[in-house]
């Protein structure tokens, strides 16, 4: 099984693929957790690109779903691995929430694995300013006011639980585990 966590900065992805990784794990399974953008050079242009004043711009954007989409693409051995639940830190739909415009985007992740299940950690964009230390130039309100949207929108394209990231650590684990649990076929009684 394929699980993507999609949320915008903030959300608590990092934190909650972890726990996810753990239960499922002590619950026999074969986990491995992948990142968006990669440890590639790649991914490290993209980090780089990232950081940049002029990061929001059209132009920019553009280049970030080419690349984002290459790096993807260094990934699909993993994604196909059947003898795993693949836990992803963002994915294509990322590029969509951010650079928009679906068409291209789609275009350029034809070939990429779509996941078989989404949780988007829904946060307000006030906590997740909060949330995050402000240096990366997408950490504002307005920018992050769209991606959102654009999250809860292209969330109902697919199988997708959206979990809400406001509440504490454990409880939006909690909420996760039993979203998860039925797709796995764990008893909901496994779930503490």
């Given at each position: 099984?394929?699980?993507v966590?999609?949320?915008?900065?903030?959300?608590?992805k990092?934190?909650?693929?972890?726990?996810?990784?753990?239960?499922?794990?002590?619950?026999?399974?074969?986990?491995?957790?992948?990142?968006?953008?990669?440890?590639?050079?790649?991914?490290?242009?993209?980090?780089?690109?990232?950081?940049?004043?002029?990061?929001?711009?059209?132009?920019?954007?553009?280049?970030?779903?080419?690349?984002?989409?290459?790096?993807?693409?260094?990934?699909?051995?993993?994604?196909?691995?059947?003898?795993?639940?693949?836990?992803?830190?963002?994915?294509?739909?990322?590029?969509?929430?951010?650079?928009?415009?679906?068409?291209?985007?789609?275009?350029?992740?034809?070939?990429?694995?779509?996941?078989?299940?989404?949780?988007?950690?829904?946060?307000?964009?006030?906590?997740?300013?909060?949330?995050?230390?402000?240096?990366?130039?997408?950490?504002?309100?307005?920018?992050?006011?769209?991606?959102?949207?654009?999250?809860?929108?292209?969330?109902?394209?697919y199988?997708?639980?959206?979990i809400?990231?406001?509440?504490?650590?454990?409880?939006?684990?909690?909420?996760?585990?039993?979203?998860?649990?039925?797709?796995?076929?764990?008893?909901p009684?496994?779930?503490?």
């Amino acid at each position: 099984m394929y699980i993507v966590f999609e949320g915008i900065d903030g959300a608590g992805k990092s934190t909650q693929i972890q726990m996810l990784k753990e239960w499922l794990e002590a619950n026999g399974f074969r986990v491995e957790t992948v990142v968006e953008p990669t440890d590639s050079e790649v991914g490290k242009l993209i980090r780089k690109i990232l950081q940049r004043p002029d990061a929001q711009s059209d132009r920019v954007q553009k280049t970030l779903g080419l690349l984002f989409a290459a790096d993807r693409m260094l990934i699909m051995d993993k994604l196909e691995d059947e003898s795993k639940i693949i836990i992803s830190d963002r994915s294509f739909i990322s590029s969509l929430a951010y650079q928009g415009n679906p068409e291209w985007i789609g275009v350029l992740n034809k070939y990429v694995k779509k996941p078989d299940l989404l949780i988007l950690l829904d946060l307000d964009v006030k906590t997740s300013v909060a949330r995050t230390s402000g240096e990366d130039t997408f950490e504002n309100e307005q920018f992050l006011t769209g991606v959102r949207e654009n999250y809860l929108k292209f969330a109902k394209d697919y199988t997708s639980e959206i979990i809400d990231a406001t509440n504490g650590v454990n409880k939006v684990s909690s909420d996760i585990k039993k979203a998860v649990a039925p797709y796995l076929g764990i008893c909901p009684d496994c779930i503490l």
